[in-house]
Each structure stands twice: as structure tokens, then as C-alpha cells.
T-cell receptor, first 113, second 112 residues
Framework: KNQVEQSPQSLIILEGKNCTLQ??????????LRWYKQDTGRGPVSLTIMTFSENTKSNGRYTATLDADTKQSSLHITASQLSDSASYIC????????????FGTGTSLTVIP | DGGITQSPKYLFRKEGQNVTLSCEQN?????MYWYRQDPGQGLRLIYY???????QKGDIAEGYSVSREKKESFPLTVTSAQKNPTAFYLCASSIVWAGELFFGEGSRLTVL
């Protein structure tokens, strides 16, 4: 069964600290993996997209990694800011059923001063 | 500015009433999608449309209906047949099917 699991479910960190969010997937065959940021009560916004051949991609203070062999991805946030408080959603696109999207349940991050 | 506009932002409905959520995009995207988001669950696909005048059921289409008469518009009707309609609804679009998703700001429906 194609699934996307994220951990931790929630996380609280101090402003200025770094953190890493995890995404494990069983989707196969794999097309690409995206990380989205969703502020409370808003729509998700894309942070990064990674294809099979990419290991690392950065977007400002956000760095995503992908290990296609172990089917794991991580999102590392450096020098966290209060505005990073949001839910982070991992989305995997599979090739098997017409490029269907598979969504994780998200990690809720709270950055406190 | 290009983007996706959903309306209304908040909607209250009495049981037994149908309601329609609006979704308009000016990104010239071919594909449009409706998702439902509930606490602790990933986004679930209700309906999608890859091209004008064509749409397909997603994983949880029962109790919902859509139309795609114009490329820019993809309204969702939540009918009285939907047993648990209280949720956050997200509309999205992509240039082509399974391309990068661009989301609207969402509509929160509460059934009283």
C-alpha cells in the first residue's frame, strides 16, 4: 500500500534553533517528492521539489534531503524564526496510478521565543 | 497577481442544505483539484479535472459534485448526502496533471 508517514507529529523548538522533520514513504514507483508549508487556516505553499536523482535541495533556511534507496526524506530548518511555526506536509507523487499524489499527515512545528 | 481564489473563507450550513464552494484560478492551469483536510489526516482527494468539461471522482467523492465549464473555474457543491461535511476544503491547480500543486487559501465549512 502506498503510504507517506511523517515524524514527529508535533515539535516545539526555541527561536534560533535548528530542527529536522522526517518523511518516510512506500510509494513505488516514485516520481518526485515535495515539501509544503501550511500556516494555520491557510493553503499549503511549496518549499521544495525533489526528483529521484536529487539528494539535496535548499530554499533559503530550508534544506531537503532525499534517499531514494531507503525511501526517506528530511526537511532541515536552520536558525528557526517565529514565522516558521506551521504544519509541514510531505507529498509524494507516484507513477503507478497516473501520477497520483500521496500526502503525509504533516508535522506541526511551533517556534517559541 | 496570478493565483487561486476560494470563497467563501468561512461558511455555516444547516443540516440538509446544499452549499457551493467557489474556486477560480488565473494561472492558465489545465488541472484543478478539490481536497478535504481533517485534523490528523492527510489531504484527501474529492474530485479532480484534467481539462475543461471533464472531471473524475477522487477517493471520497460521495456526497459531493463538481463542474468544469470554464478552464478558470471548478466549483464544489457539498450536498445533503455528505454525512460529515464539516471540514477545511482546499482547491488546487497545476499546469498539467500531477504537476506542482498551487493551493487556494481554503474554505472552512461548519454544519450546525
Amino acid at each position: 500500500k502506498n503510504q507517506v508517514e511523517q515524524s514527529p507529529q508535533s515539535l516545539i523548538i526555541l527561536e534560533g534553533k535548528n530542527c529536522t522533520l522526517q518523511c518516510n514513504y512506500t510509494v513505488s514507483p516514485f516520481s518526485n517528492l515535495r515539501w509544503y508549508k501550511q500556516d494555520t487556516g491557510r493553503g499549503p505553499v511549496s518549499l521544495t521539489i525533489m526528483t529521484f536523482s536529487e539528494n539535496t535541495k535548499s530554499n533559503g533556511r530550508y534544506t531537503a534531503t532525499l534517499d531514494a534507496d531507503t525511501k526517506q526524506s528530511s526537511l532541515h530548518i536552520t536558525a528557526s524564526q517565529l514565522s516558521d511555526s506551521a504544519s509541514y506536509i510531505c507529498v509524494v507523487t507516484g507513477r503507478d496510478t497516473g501520477n497520483q499524489f500521496y500526502f503525509g499527515t504533516g508535522t506541526s512545528l511551533t517556534v517559541i521565543p | 497577481d496570478g493565483g487561486i481564489t476560494q470563497s467563501p473563507k468561512y461558511l455555516f450550513r444547516k443540516e440538509g442544505q446544499n452549499v457551493t464552494l467557489s474556486c477560480e484560478q488565473n494561472l492558465n492551469h489545465d488541472a484543478m483539484y478539490w481536497y478535504r483536510q481533517d485534523p490528523g489526516q492527510g489531504l484527501r482527494l474529492i474530485y479532480y479535472s484534467q481539462i475543461v468539461n471533464d472531471f473524475q471522482k477522487g477517493d471520497i467523492a460521495e456526497g459531493y459534485s463538481v463542474s468544469r465549464e470554464k478552464k478558470e473555474s471548478f466549483p464544489l457543491t457539498v450536498t445533503s448526502a455528505q454525512k460529515n461535511p464539516t471540514a477545511f476544503y482546499l482547491c488546487a491547480s497545476s499546469i498539467v496533471w500531477a504537476g506542482e500543486l498551487f493551493f487556494g487559501e481554503g474554505s472552512r465549512l461548519t454544519v450546525l
